[in-house]
């Protein structure tokens, strides 16, 4: 008996080796550093996330699949480790001052921010349904963790244990769809060979739609749709706000990454027979979460709240199944990365200390006492209601034309009806600032560097691709045509 082992390149994953090597390297450098000394450890993040990035831009315009058919190289992949590299980026430097506000300068939370972003980018580049869901523990075990670090307060060790409980119902859902498919499509799980298999009105047809069906439950808890938002709130709220925007940001884009690919490649074919669901769940995803943040008046959970809206219009991208609509997905999620991460920016330096204001009301007079915060608070809210100029409004306009284009004009409208909701309570927080006086004396704001930057990346940011969104659309464009027939 022979053993050969398949040839694979290890340049393939090298932001996977980059990201995990780098983390592992920070708490090795903590273990050895004098106590107190943990100033490296956001410095190698950052440089570990920059190679990274090189390493994936040097992938770019490579298409096929290595290390025996289990991964995906090609521009899809890379368009989402991309955003990924941004989103952790960002949520470093949002973090420092944060994080020292808080007594809680931990090595180890950069570390698993890193081991989280690993797990991001093996659920994008899956070519293999065990990978996807290995990707997806990585990633939601050391979230896990993030959302319980303050380990002395009853709000995060709440919203760990619930993230966690209903993190483990939705993975084992998830893993009981493969099951069930593995057994409908003859014994394989290679995303390339379902379609060949499942093809036809073959015996196994109630055992596929079940798969689908399941697997639908646990992509549809880590997109935080309806009904499977119920997380969602309680963990935004009770969560560190650092992490919070991190999950906020990266957990979603990473399980649309793995939601997109997985629908699109392997079941194609049996559009008519999952189509009415997602119809369904868009729009009730969409619906609940913009009328319910209309009543909330903590802003992280009027944050978590437009965060399932925004899934209900990611949701109608996934239902279109055509180029566009794969292209809009890809746009709005980095759009949605920006404008997010800049947002939680400013609620971390509003909040200070303690998140002493995290209430929207404390967000009245803001434009008179801090002009620029309010500036760039207002902008984001622009942007996350779709009002143009802003990389918002086009990432919205390019899903509901999707939708257009695929038919589905009820389901635009109904979209474009829940835009209009959701600029109440955006817009809300802008009329605060501008038009209400001051109901909490917010003092001095320390503008910490890091911080500081982090908004104007992201101000500028959303500024730049919503009034010049070709070269976004075109990379897009050259990462969708992976996908037969879209």
Request: hydrophobic share 60%; net charge positive.
């Amino acid at each position: 008996m022979t053993l050969s082992i398949p040839s694979f390149s290890l340049a393939s994953i090298g932001p996977w080796i980059t990201l995990a090597v780098t983390a592992i390297l920070i708490l090795m450098a903590d273990a050895l550093s004098p106590r107190g000394e943990r100033k490296a450890a956001p410095v190698l993040a950052l440089i570990g996330l920059a190679v990274a990035g090189f390493q994936s831009y040097s992938l770019w315009g490579k298409n096929g699949v290595d290390f025996a058919r289990m991964v995906y190289v090609d521009n899809f992949c890379l368009f989402f480790y991309l955003v990924f590299i941004i989103g952790t980026a960002l949520t470093v430097l949002i973090s420092l001052q944060y994080l020292k506000d808080y007594g809680k300068n931990l090595a180890e939370y950069y570390a698993l921010l890193l081991f989280a972003t690993v797990g991001m980018m093996i659920m994008a580049a899956g070519a293999h349904l065990i990978m996807i869901f290995l990707g997806l523990e990585v990633m939601s075990i050391a979230v896990y963790v993030l959302a319980g670090l303050f380990r002395e307060d009853a709000r995060s060790n709440e919203a760990a244990l619930k993230y966690l409980i209903l993190g483990g119902f939705a993975s084992a859902f998830l893993l009981f769809g493969m099951a069930m498919l593995y057994g409908a499509a003859g014994g394989t799980l290679y995303l390339n060979d379902l379609p060949a298999r499942l093809a036809g009105d073959n015996l196994f047809k109630p055992l596929t739609l079940m798969a689908i069906a399941l697997l639908l439950v646990g992509f549809g808890f880590k997109v935080a749709s309806v009904p499977f938002h119920m997380w969602t709130p309680d963990v935004y709220e009770g969560a560190p706000t650092s992490v919070t925007a991190f999950m906020a940001v990266g957990v979603k884009a990473a399980a649309f990454s793995a939601f997109a690919r997985v629908f699109f490649l392997a079941f194609p074919a049996m559009l008519p027979d999952w189509n009415m669901v997602i119809w369904v769940l868009a729009v009730a995803t969409m619906t609940l979460g913009n009328i319910t943040a209309i009543a909330q008046t903590n802003i992280k959970r009027m944050l978590a709240y437009s965060s399932i809206a925004h899934a209900g219009y990611l949701l109608v991208a996934i239902l279109s199944a055509n180029q566009l609509g794969a292209v809009s997905l890809m746009y709005y999620l980095l759009a949605y990365t920006l404008m997010n991460l800049g947002a939680f920016g400013v609620v971390i330096l509003i909040g200070r200390k303690k998140d002493s204001y995290l209430s929207i009301y404390d967000y009245s007079g803001l434009g008179a006492q801090h002009p620029a915060l309010a500036a760039a608070m207002a902008l984001f809210m622009f942007a996350l209601a779709g009002i143009p100029p802003t990389a918002g409004f086009v990432g919205k306009f390019y899903i509901f034309s999707a939708a257009v284009q695929a038919g589905y004009i009820w389901l635009a409208i109904i979209g474009v009806m829940n835009s209009l909701i959701s600029v109440y309570y955006y817009l809300r927080i802008t009329v605060l600032m501008y038009m209400k006086p001051a109901e909490a004396d917010l003092g001095a704001v320390s503008f910490a560097p890091a911080v500081t930057a982090t908004l104007l990346i992201t101000a500028a940011g959303v500024l730049l691709i919503g009034l010049f969104p070709g070269f976004i659309y075109n990379l897009a464009i050259s990462s969708v045509k992976i996908f037969p027939g879209i």
